[in-house]
């Protein structure tokens, strides 16, 4: 079973002024996560229940998993520095 993806204003913006090879790498792993959406390098955000992060290179994907609605919403994309 499939998480449909939803972006968040941040993270659409993000991916469209990112260069092309970043941006490739970041919805490639964006791919990994809807069809498994905890994966091996995947960390639980302290003092959040929903929240996730996974690495691309200095890039921190920041997301959130909606169980029930089979949704994983995108919240951040940035370098790590800017994430936390």
Same mark, same amino acid.
């Given at each position: 079973m499939m998480f449909k993806i939803s972006y968040s204003n941040q993270a =659409? +913006?993000?991916l469209k002024k990112a260069e092309k &090879?970043?941006?490739k790498r970041l919805l490639e792993k964006i791919e +990994?996560?809807?069809k498994e959406p905890i994966i091996h390098d995947t960390k639980a955000i302290e003092g959040s229940k929903n929240l996730f992060r996974v690495r691309v290179g200095d890039y921190r994907i920041l997301?959130? &998993?909606d169980y029930k609605?089979? &949704?994983i919403g995108i919240v951040k994309i =940035? +370098?790590?520095e800017n994430v936390y």
């Open positions: =659409d +913006k993000f &090879i970043t941006a +990994k996560l809807q997301y959130e &998993i609605e089979k &949704i =940035d +370098k790590r």
